[in-house]
């Protein structure tokens, strides 16, 4: 943590959607830098999801604008420099297939279908060894438990050695020997400068490594916090207790970002 001056890796400005009829985001500005680490926060149905998948090109933006790697969304095509852990997800496909093959086909992008090469089967071992999964390597994903799928699918996004790291909720249903293993994965990923954005419910072990908060409501930003009031979020990550009370602006870090509601402020680094 410190000081993030560097390129942002997400610039999202103004940004709209629709999930079938329903307007999801309502102008949504965030800003991820390289090598820094944000959590998305909110009350469920807030837009964490929606966000993180506009932000993944999986769900079409209906407004505003999306660069990643400070390139616009429509010229961007290097996928293979962003990671994904989804939601609540299972690593098991109902196909069989072991721990070491799921977290392999993390290479896919890297790969572009050429057998394993000598990289490739080093960064499926690093990927395995850094989230405590190097002795089961061989057994079949089915044979896991919820906690051990979530560390493949760590595993599956860390083997493809991405720059940015986009995980949504991937404590859910996680113990705490789980969560710790995250934190730890979480903090070596920083430490190589990858940039990391994830969805969270509670901050828990990760409270440390998170540089700031984005609390949504309703689709949009409500308010950010920095490191100092992230063990309070900790303790109330809904925003039951709002600073300066829910509709006033907040100032934080470089005194530009404005935050009561339609107030975002373009040059934020939200
Ligand atoms: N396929 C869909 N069609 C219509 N509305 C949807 C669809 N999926 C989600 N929504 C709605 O969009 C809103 C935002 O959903 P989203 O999943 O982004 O919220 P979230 O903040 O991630 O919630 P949670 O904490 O429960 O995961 C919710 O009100 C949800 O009901």
């Known amino acids: 943590m410190g000081q993030y001056d560097g390129d942002p890796v997400i610039a999202l400005r103004g940004a709209t959607a629709a999930l079938g ?12 830098r390289r090598g820094e680490t944000v959590a998305l926060l909110g009350a469920n149905g807030s837009g964490k999801s929606t966000t993180v998948r506009a932000v993944l090109n999986q769900v079409p933006l209906t407004g505003g604008e999306l660069e990643l790697f400070g390139t616009p969304l429509a010229r961007f095509s290097a996928w293979q420099r962003i990671g994904y852990v989804p939601q609540r997800s299972t ?37 395995l060894e ?36 986009v995980m949504d909720e991937p404590l859910a249903g996680v113990d705490l020997a789980s969560q710790r293993v995250l934190a730890h994965t979480l ?34 930003v409500e308010r950010i916090e920095n490191p100092d009031r992230l063990h309070d979020l900790a303790c109330h990550p809904h925003g039951s207790e709002p600073v300066g009370g829910s509709d006033a602006a907040l100032r934080i870090e470089t005194g530009k970002v404005g935050l009561a509601a339609g107030e975002a402020d373009s040059e934020a680094r939200v």
């Not at 993390?106 to 394993?116: D, M, T, V």
């Open 91 to 127: 690593a098991a496909s109902g196909v069989p297939a072991t721990v070491r093959e799921v977290v392999a086909s993390g290479r896919l992008g890297r790969r572009r279908f050429r057998p394993l090469g000598r990289e490739d089967r080093a960064a499926v071992r690093g990927a």
């Open 187 to 220: 903090r070596e990923q920083v430490a190589r400068g990858c940039s990391v954005l994830l969805v969270l419910h509670e901050l828990g072990p990760l409270a440390p490594l998170i540089d700031r908060a984005v609390v949504l409501r309703d689709g949009r």
């Open 130 to 165: 850094l989230v405590g999964l190097a002795p089961l390597a061989r057994e079949p994903v089915d044979a896991l438990s919820g906690g051990q799928h979530q560390r493949v699918l760590i595993a599956r996004a860390l083997a493809g050695e991405p720059e940015l790291l």
């Open 21 to 32: 009829a329903r307007q999801v985001l309502r102008g949504i500005d965030l800003t991820v």
